[in-house]
């Protein structure tokens, strides 16, 4: 018995992977049905959607950088200190004495820098691929709120160093906000948590930074997902429906019909054109 | 209201999504791919560059130039020009709500899935580009180097003939922020007889062109006093490293 049988060829492994390795359409499309994060996708994609050059993978790229700050954050908060007195201290302790301290810092600061050009790189590309159209509508503001919590998130990590450069460019970012008009002195004071920089200010974003607007992002890229399966997934050309004649087909089955089943039918679309492909009704059981 | 909700209904497309592959592997390859380009690119430049850690954080000591992040120094350049409620939360706010705007004013599903929509696309992204930051190029150097007085700017010189300074700080920059994309617009629809998707792409590149070039000019031509110089003049700001 060879090794790889051997890890493949037991109850813990066939209970984790009932299909074993997806050779078989059949097995390929399971692989996604059964797997959480698999299933994001449908099981069959537009040939032309999936393409490089296409999408530039930006959405994705965006996520995966979103996933290696929370695992280097997490490893910051262990040895983060949110305090005004310790805060500088303990990262130059982060940087002196702990094993992959200065690197997982290094790959905080960066990953969160290259996650703020992948979103409004990935926005760029969807709005030039035209695909903020119906019925992708509501997924582009939904889109737009992550931008902007995107901006949030990277800056309110800008303060917690706590050095020349965090304080005054939360300075300069809390002065901007003091100039709303009408309300700018409370802006300004709930930006601060007082009337100037201090302990409230970095207690306030530090909160902000590993709890709230983490918990947010993850609610509302969840919702983009989801939009994105229930909107039709990737974007594809479109062409004008040929009027009257072929408008009873059309009825049968509306393009949006297929959009709509996306949910929970994807497995085995329905064709744009009525005709319910038998494969794929195959494949989805 | 109603009934051009249902008029808009009746847009019928055929979406052909055309040949369709299996999701394992087609994509889930790329998708790996991707991740490991990325983490690898991320892990040489952790390995490679440090994060910036400079002085313990003191109130008394201004660090000159004092400068927000990268991405919000587009919004810091237009600082040096407006008035600090335009530039730091009016500008902002309506460039979100207006991009959040964009697919309920073009509605029409012809042109999605294609870059750029068709040919008229790319021609038109080039000139917007163009054409938008040469007026944004123009403005930051005119705003600097236009003599009023002992300093400098269209808002100082319009003070020195009287006007009120909310004419040179509010009024000038609102005229210009419009004009320049109405005016984008207007030729896009003359010289290529634009749809609503193509004065979008138009706008949209208005907005990109203006973030990019705004954001250069803040981040590798603010030195000392937030002057316009050389990126190689630039230096190290003071008040950041050695204390003093």
């Known amino acids: 018995m060879g090794l790889r049988e051997k890890l493949t060829n037991n109850r813990f492994f066939k209970s984790l992977y009932r299909e074993g390795y997806p050779d078989s359409d059949r097995k390929r499309v399971m692989v996604v049905i059964n797997s959480l994060a698999l299933h994001l996708h449908p099981v069959r994609v537009a040939k032309k959607g999936i393409k490089v050059t296409y999408t530039w993978g930006l959405g994705g790229l965006s996520i995966w950088a979103f996933v290696l700050l929370t695992i280097s954050g997490v490893f910051l908060m262990f040895y983060y200190i949110p305090s005004v007195r310790d805060a500088w201290w303990s990262i130059i302790s982060l940087d002196r004495d702990v094993y992959f301290g200065q690197f997982m810092r290094n790959m905080h600061r960066w990953a969160a820098h290259t996650m703020v050009i992948l979103v409004f790189l990935h926005m760029t590309r969807v709005f030039y691929t035209g695909s903020y159209k119906p019925p992708r509508d509501f997924n582009w503001v939904l889109g737009i709120v992550l931008l902007t919590l995107t901006f949030l998130l990277s800056f309110t990590g800008y303060l917690l160093p706590w050095d020349q450069l965090a304080y005054w460019a939360i300075t300069v970012g809390s002065n901007m906000g003091g100039a709303t008009p009408f309300i700018g002195d409370q802006v300004r004071t709930a930006l601060l948590g007082g009337f100037q920089i201090g302990q409230p200010t970095l207690i306030r974003w530090y909160t902000l930074h590993v709890i709230f607007l983490p918990l947010a992002m993850i609610l509302l890229v969840s919702t983009h997902f989801w939009r994105v399966r229930k909107d039709g997934n990737i974007s594809t050309p479109v062409y004008p429906a040929p009027p009257e004649e072929e408008e009873a087909q059309v009825k049968e089955a509306p393009a949006d019909v297929e959009a709509d089943d996306a949910g929970d039918g994807d497995e085995g679309d329905v064709e744009p054109d009525g005709t319910d492909s038998k494969k794929d009704a195959g494949e989805d059981s | ?244």
């Open chain 2, 1 to 244: 209201m109603a009934r051009s909700l249902q008029a808009e209904e009746e847009e019928r497309v055929i979406e052909d999504p055309g040949e369709r592959v299996h999701t394992w592997p087609n994509l889930v390859s790329i998708e790996l791919v991707g991740a490991l380009i990325y983490l690898i690119a991320l892990t040489a430049m952790s390995i490679l560059v440090k994060a910036p850690l400079v002085d313990l954080a003191n109130g008394e000591v201004t660090p000159n130039p004092a400068k927000a992040p990268w991405y919000f120094l587009g919004l810091q350049e237009l600082l040096l020009h407006m008035h600090p409620a335009l530039a730091g939360v009016i500008v902002p706010s309506a460039v979100l709500i207006l991009l959040g705007a964009i697919p309920y004013i073009d509605r029409s599903r012809a042109g999605t899935g294609i870059w750029f929509s068709g040919p008229k696309g790319i021609p038109i992204f080039k000139f917007s580009f163009i054409y938008t930051s040469v007026w944004n190029i123009a403005l930051v150097l005119i705003d600097e180097y236009l003599p009023a007085g002992e300093t400098h700017g269209i808002g100082p010189l319009l003070e020195m003939f009287g006007f009120p300074a909310p004419v040179g700080s509010v009024f000038v920059p609102l005229v210009f922020m419009t004009f320049i994309p109405w005016s984008l617009a207007i030729i896009v629809k003359r010289r290529w007889n634009a749809n609503t998707r193509e004065v979008m792409i138009a706008l949209y590149t208005f907005f990109l062109a203006s973030f990019v070039v705004l954001t250069i000019i803040g981040t590798a031509f603010r030195g000392h006093s937030m002057h316009l110089m050389w990126p190689w003049e630039i230096g190290h700001p003071e008040g950041l490293l050695g204390g003093h």
